[in-house]
């Protein structure tokens, strides 16, 4: 398994900035993602960050509005631009292997509220 | 395209009661098959998961999971719940092509133990 933090844990933003989340694991990882899960509903995968190129984004999802960066096997950021009050929701990072260990594991997620 | 349905969304049990909660998937190829669990204010658990071999599986916390080929289902069981298992459970799944690791997740079941 690996030990997951994501920053900042919460956060309340205005609409129309942008709020940058943190993943750092505590090993290298092949695989991290990007899920959102807003209220009352299950999760959505918003991209698959890869790591010295472009994520690559699952429909509905797009580059300008969630740009993501993954410099390294431990470490990845995602964006939300130009926030409205409908981006309102819980943000995961969670992490998987590409042999051996086929389940993924969840950071403790981000709530950010958009006013 | 794949797709989790999970029958239940909020279930009412007094401690002592038997657990059953399904899950049923649509995918034609081999899977592999997940139940999380997010107890209140923490993050997503892995309970247990299925990728080969004996279709009864054991996770954690007494929890065990029959996965049903026939009837694509992989449905969630205990024999007695605590006020303890008090959590949201999300069943999940990810087709075994390639190394995407892509999970296709449930809307998920609200469970509420009552002492």
């Known amino acids: 398994s690996a030990v997951i933090s994501q920053k900042p844990s919460r956060d309340i933003c205005q609409r129309g900035t942008s709020l940058t989340i943190q993943c750092q694991v505590d090993?290298?990882?092949?695989?991290m993602f990007w899920y959102r899960q807003q209220p009352g509903q299950s999760l959505t995968l918003i991209a698959t960050?890869?790591?010295?190129?472009?994520?690559?984004?699952e429909s509905g999802f797009v580059i300008d509005k969630f740009p993501i960066s993954r410099p390294n096997l431990t470490f990845s950021t995602l964006t939300v631009s130009n926030m409205s009050p409908e981006d309102s929701s819980i943000y995961l990072c969670?992490?998987?292997?590409?042999?051996?260990?086929?389940?993924?594991?969840f950071g403790p997620g981000t709530r950010l509220t958009v006013t | 395209a794949q797709s989790v349905s999970q029958h239940n969304h909020h279930v009412i049990l007094s401690e002592a009661a038997s657990l059953e909660l399904g899950c049923n998937y649509s995918?034609?190829?081999?899977?592999?098959l997940f139940w999380y669990v997010q107890y209140p204010g923490q993050h997503l658990q892995l309970l247990l998961k299925y990728f080969s071999g004996d279709p009864l599986v054991k996770g954690i916390k007494g929890f065990e999971a029959e996965f049903i080929k026939s009837k694509f289902s992989f449905n969630l069981r205990k024999p007695s719940v605590q006020w303890s298992d008090t959590a949201e459970y999300f069943c999940a799944v990810s087709n075994n092509a390639g190394n995407n690791r892509k999970l296709i997740w449930g809307l998920g079941t609200s469970l509420a133990v009552n002492p």
């Open positions: 969670s992490v998987a292997w590409d042999r051996g260990i086929y389940e993924q594991y």
């Open positions: 090993s290298q990882v092949t695989m």
């Open positions: 995918y034609g190829g081999t899977v592999n």
């Open positions: 960050a890869n790591q010295g190129s472009e994520a690559t984004y």
